[in-house]
């Protein structure tokens, strides 16, 4: 079995050398992987739920290779339609670059209502957009110069180097509960990540008989 921790990269705890002690410690005890949150614009929404400051997941993740050699470094999760594919892509890869291949890709599509009209991101098409952008950054991380057409975004020979050190790429965990989610995950990831599923619910509802 392998164990990972949700390491809180927001609130009045949190700090650099906080927050690089508590990743250490992870690792000194034995702990596999180690995962911090993302959101783009701190709404009220989502201040409600996490409280600010609150530490950009790539830029921490970066600064958390640095100061460890073995634990995995992972979101939980990436909002995908808040950023162009290609740069997430782009963020992604060099995070496995830096790390020596620790990076894992959790991602989801996202709830506060208040942080998606804030980036200009429609709520509403937030699922479908999340299938495109995610089979872009597929494409991005494994061909060199890549092209790609889809419902919300195309480009055509993008030089993406440098890919991702794990081949063909970081593994992507896909977070949320709902049959959507779980239908992205079997189209488009490697895992299932979910978060608040109870016993009863993957007994009696949630996995097939």
Known sequence: MRIGVNLLNFGP????????GWTQLAETLGYHLVMISDHVAITPDVVARYPAPYYDPFVTLGWLARATTRVE????????????????????????????????????VGWAKQEFATL?????????????????????????PASYTG?????????????????????????????????????LGDAWHPIRVRVPWLRDTGLPK
Request: hydrophobic share 40%; net charge positive; glycine share 10%.
């Open 13 to 20: 705890g949190a700090s650099p050398d906080s927050l690089a």
């Open 73 to 108: 470094l992972g979101t939980t999760v990436v909002i995908l339609p808040y950023r162009h594919p290609l740069h997430t892509a782009r963020l992604t890869a060099n995070l496995d670059q830096l790390s020596g291949g620790r990076f894992i890709f959790g991602v989801g």
């Open 120 to 144: 200009g991101v429609p709520f509403e098409r937030r699922g479908a957009m999340s299938n495109d952008y995610l089979a872009a950054i597929k494409t991005a991380w494994t061909s060199d």
């Open 151 to 187: 419902p919300f975004v195309s480009f055509r020979d993008v030089s993406t180097g440098p890919r991702p050190l794990r081949s063909p790429h970081p593994p992507i965990w896909v977070g949320g509960a709902s049959d959507a989610a779980m239908r992205r995950a079997v189209r």
